[in-house]
C-alpha cells in the first residue's frame, strides 16, 4: 500500500518556472520507476516524465530541454522541474509509482500557465 501527494501546482505566467512534488509514503518496496502524468481539459492523459530506480531517465518531446525529472531517495520524493512553460502546458499533473506488485496514482496537482 503506497500513498503518493503531489503539490507544488499553481497558475503560473508564460516563460515562468515551477517545480512539483510527489512525496511517497507507505510499503515502498520492489519499485521500477516513478512517472509524471498529465492531463489537458478534453484531452487524453499522457507521459511527460520517467525515472526508473536505475536513475534513467525518459521525456517527451513537448517537454525536452525544459522539464527535468529528478528525486531525492532520502524524502521519499520525486520532482518535476519546469521551465519555460507554455500555455500548452495546462493541465492536472500526477505522480505514477510502478512496482512489481502494482502502478500507484497520486491525485494530482493542477497547473495553469497563463498571463
Known amino acids: 500500500q503506497v500513498q503518493l501527494v503531489e503539490s507544488g501546482g499553481t497558475l503560473v505566467q508564460p516563460g515562468g518556472s515551477l517545480r512539483l512534488s510527489c512525496a511517497a509514503s507507505g510499503s515502498i518496496f520492489s519499485v521500477v520507476a516513478t512517472n509524471w502524468y498529465r492531463q489537458a481539459p478534453g484531452k487524453q492523459r499522457e507521459l511527460v516524465a520517467r525515472?526508473?530506480?536505475?536513475?534513467?531517465?525518459n521525456y517527451a518531446d513537448s517537454v525536452k530541454g525544459r522539464f527535468n525529472i529528478s528525486r531525492d531517495n532520502a524524502k521519499n520524493t520525486v520532482y518535476l522541474q519546469m521551465n519555460s512553460l507554455k500555455p500548452e502546458d495546462t493541465a492536472v499533473y500526477y505522480c505514477r509509482l510502478d512496482s512489481i506488485l502494482g502502478n500507484y496514482w497520486g491525485q494530482g496537482t493542477e497547473v495553469t500557465v497563463s498571463s
Open positions: 525515472i526508473t530506480t536505475g536513475g534513467s531517465t
